[in-house]
């Protein structure tokens, strides 16, 4: 198997970017909006999200349920194509990189909430750049039992990335769902995240 193999155009994608978008956005934001920010047509935007309304999740775009959002997002989730190494040093490599990636579960959690400890560094990376990490694992690296683990995705996934200590993670909404993925203490630390970010009481 292809390591780090490019994922293949689903459909599944279209619902992940409404959704992220959705849960992104704490403003008023159109349908039209969604669309656009989502990078998905129209027609197919408004198919969706009514959907969602039928279900409750939504009332236009505003969210009325944020933990059946997440569930909805967990359940037409596409999994990453993604490689455990053993880097040396991988955070110093990375705040020093040009290159695009985000840092998601652990890390990423530690940075902006601190409730977890960032036992495994968890990344995801461009599409474009997937060569140039693999030339980068075979020069420096271990394929296997390391604690750094690359991901690949849509690229949507940089949608709203934010900056953290000098470091460029994903965004909240992005983060939440990969924590509630990973489970365990993970799924404890994305209930805190909601109730901060999206001020559920």
């Known amino acids: 198997m292809m390591l780090l193999s490019k994922p293949k155009r689903k459909r599944g994608y279209k619902k992940e970017r409404i959704l992220r978008v959705l849960l992104s956005n704490k403003r008023d934001i159109t349908k039209y909006r969604v669309a656009k920010e989502a990078e998905v047509s129209e027609p197919w935007?408004?198919?969706y999200t009514s959907r969602l309304e039928k279900k409750g999740l939504l009332?236009?775009?505003?969210v009325l349920n944020y933990e059946e959002?997440?569930?909805e997002w967990e359940d037409?989730?596409?999994k990453s194509s993604s490689?455990?190494?053993s880097l040396q040093n991988t955070l110093k490599m990375l705040r020093k990189s040009r290159s695009t990636y985000a840092l998601t579960t652990y890390k990423a959690e530690n940075l902006h909430r601190g409730f977890l400890f960032p036992s495994v560094t968890d990344f995801y990376i461009?599409?474009?750049?997937r060569e140039k990490w693999l030339?980068?694992?075979e020069d420096k690296g271990l394929i296997?039992?390391?604690d750094t683990r690359i991901r690949l995705n849509d690229e949507h996934v940089f949608y709203g990335k934010e900056k953290a200590d000098g470091f460029i993670t994903v965004s909240i909404p992005q983060l939440i769902l990969d924590l509630r993925i990973e489970g365990g203490p993970c799924k404890e630390a994305a209930d805190k995240l909601i109730d901060r970010y999206h001020g559920v009481d």
């Open 83 to 85: 490689i455990e190494v």
């Open 59 to 62: 009332d236009d775009t505003i």
């Open 76 to 78: 037409v989730h596409i």
């Open 69 to 71: 959002m997440y569930s």
């Open 126 to 129: 461009s599409i474009s750049e």
């Open 135 to 137: 030339d980068i694992i």
């Open 45 to 47: 935007c408004r198919d």
């Open 144 to 146: 296997g039992g390391g």
